[in-house]
């Protein structure tokens, strides 16, 4: 469970690539998360070419530090596993947080980066990639050796939290 409580965003990354075996746990990681009817209706664009990583940097306001991590990871919606983007971006953000918690605990650092709904941005994205029809970028995740101090913040509240009524 340490891995899921000290796990925080990181926007800062030491500039050292990642090793084959990682990438390959934190991709096995998001294959094994829960999908309706398990339709598992995600597709991965793993980036780690640093002149893309700089382009994708400048395609959402939030995402300069992009350009400094070692690898992206553009996930999408495949529409033709599951025609319900509702249902999609629960099953991938199933999938990208056992990415983020795979990650955390190999000693690697992420950031979550919001794409879709904000249509500038996934259309944007989508063109970059050529994107066949179907496929809907919905965010990426910055990944890479962390180079800032890791403030985690206990974010337990139990006000928020009611037993059978609210």
């Known amino acids: 469970m340490d891995a899921i409580f000290n796990r925080t965003s990181i926007r800062k990354y030491k500039q050292e690539s990642l090793k084959k ?3 390959d746990l934190i991709l096995k990681a998001a294959f094994s998360a829960p999908s309706a009817r398990n339709s598992q209706p ?7 070419n640093k ?21 992206g990871i553009v996930v999408c919606a495949d529409k033709n596993k599951n025609d319900s983007l509702d249902y999609c971006q629960q099953d991938l953000a199933a999938a990208t947080e056992n990415m983020l918690v795979e990650a955390k605990s190999l000693g690697i650092g992420s950031c979550w980066l919001g794409v879709y709904p904000n249509e500038e941005r996934y259309l944007a994205l989508n063109q970059y990639f050529k994107l066949p029809k179907g496929i809907v970028p919905m965010w990426m995740i910055s990944f890479g050796y962390i180079d800032q101090e890791e403030v985690v913040k206990d974010k337990f509240d139990s006000s928020k939290v009611h037993y059978e009524k609210y």
């Open 51 to 71: 002149d893309t990583l700089k382009d994708l940097s400048q395609m959402t306001p939030y995402a300069s530090f992009l350009k400094d991590a070692a690898m």
């Open 21 to 23: 075996e990682e990438i």
């Open 42 to 48: 995600w597709q991965f664009i793993v980036v780690q």
